[in-house]
């Protein structure tokens, strides 16, 4: 059973920076490179995926974060990060760590919409 733990949300202003962290655990060696994936949803939104690492190491990102937000992970400790830069009012969400993400519905060049396994969330609250 593979478990996601998400930390580092918080409240920051407009402009301001914020990294997430997603811990995860309870998969084999063998699967360390399958892909992962942020995701946010906000009230009375549909869920949306912002970033990838596809299990070639290639990042993607939605348009929306593209020259903002860095995607990485840690094969050492299995941890995803998300390194959020100039941040916006329209980045508030609730940010989901996914993994064993796949392409499914494309929003512009961004396919990696679906997942299987999820975490909890981590707020991300940016105030003007």
């Known amino acids: 059973q593979v478990k996601l733990v998400e930390s580092g949300g918080g409240s920051v202003q407009v402009g301001g920076s914020l990294t997430l962290s997603c811990a995860a655990s309870g998969y084999a060696d063998v699967d360390s490179n399958f892909c992962m994936a942020w995701f946010r949803q906000a009230p009375g939104r549909e869920r949306e995926g912002v970033a990838a690492i596809d299990n070639r190491g290639i990042v993607h990102y939605a348009d929306s974060v593209k020259g903002r937000f860095t995607i990485s992970k840690d094969n050492t400790n299995n941890t995803l990060y998300l390194e959020m830069n100039s941040l916006k009012t329209e980045d508030t969400a609730m940010y989901v760590c996914?993994?064993?993400?796949?392409?499914?519905?494309?929003?512009?060049?961004?396919?990696?919409?679906?997942?299987?396994?999820w975490g909890q969330g981590a707020q991300v609250t940016v105030s003007s």
């Open positions: 996914a993994a064993h993400c796949f392409t499914s519905h494309c929003k512009g060049d961004y396919c990696y919409t679906a997942a299987y396994y």
